[in-house]
């Protein structure tokens, strides 16, 4: 058994992973709807039926087996900007520009939000967030209903990423006038790695490896950085 403290740190990461699903399924449409080419809007059809189906796995997880949790208390500023508002945001921006018409402004709006939405939120987010899932299993040698989820959530999230990363490249190779901007977010994003994994290790009563988490962490941003030819 968990103890309290153990209990509260698995779920603040859990809570975490369910806002996050939530997030990015409610914003995906947008990008959708702007994205012109015909088999990438197919892919993303099946991907806002994939992130819609993530965010029903962490509800019932939470309903079926920690009861009532109240998700939201955990979005700490480090995590509520870069999950919830700065991505809505970044998704109105691209519904303004398609219904304005504005297709100056598109091009910019759909390179930033794949930026964010792939190149962080996807890329160096939840893609670190697994490991954590992996460590505390091997730790612990609980939870593998929830690791099992993990894993399938997990290879779906690969493919969104190849694509997401395929396409940030794509973009930035058209527009080189955005590939600042873009650096720009990936550079502030990487500041607040410590920050991110800080929230989750303290405290640790799970005692899992901090640094190495924030180690992936680092990797994987450092990674989407090439793959979107940014260094
Ligand atoms: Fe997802
Ligand atoms: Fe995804």
């Known amino acids: 058994m968990l103890t309290p403290d153990q209990r ?7 809570a975490l992973f369910y806002e996050g699903e939530v997030s ?7 990008f959708m709807l702007a994205v012109p080419d015909l088999d990438r809007r197919m892919f993303l059809s099946t991907q806002i039926f994939e992130e819609v189906k993530h965010a029903e ?3 019932r997880y939470f309903q079926e087996v920690c009861g009532k949790v109240d998700t939201s208390a ?3 500023p480090e995590y509520r900007g870069v999950l919830l508002d700065e991505l809505r945001q970044r998704g109105e921006t691209i519904g303004r520009a398609l219904t304005t018409g504005q297709n100056g402004d598109l091009s910019l709006a759909l390179v930033m939000f794949t930026a964010h939405y792939m190149g962080i939120v996807e890329g160096v987010m939840a893609v670190t967030g697994y490991d954590f899932f992996d460590d505390l299993l091997a730790k612990t040698g609980m939870f ?3 690791h099992e989820g993990i894993r399938m959530i997990r290879s779906d999230e690969g493919r969104h990423l190849t694509h997401g990363m395929d396409y940030l490249r794509e973009l930035l190779e058209q527009h080189p006038e955005h590939v600042a901007p873009v650096r720009e977010l990936f550079i502030s994003e990487g500041m607040k790695i410590p920050a991110r994994t800080d929230f989750i290790f303290t405290p640790n009563p799970l005692g899992l ?3 190495r988490i924030q180690a992936i962490s680092y990797a994987h941003h450092e990674q989407r950085m090439r ?5």
Do not use: M, N
């Open 24 to 30: 990015v399924s409610d914003t995906l449409a947008w």
């Open 57 to 59: 796995f962490f509800e």
């Open 144 to 146: 593998p209903q929830l």
């Open 209 to 211: 490896d901090r640094d």
């Open 227 to 231: 793959e979107a030819g940014l260094s």
């Open 74 to 76: 955990y979005l700490v």
């Open 8 to 14: 509260e740190q698995l779920i603040k990461t859990c």
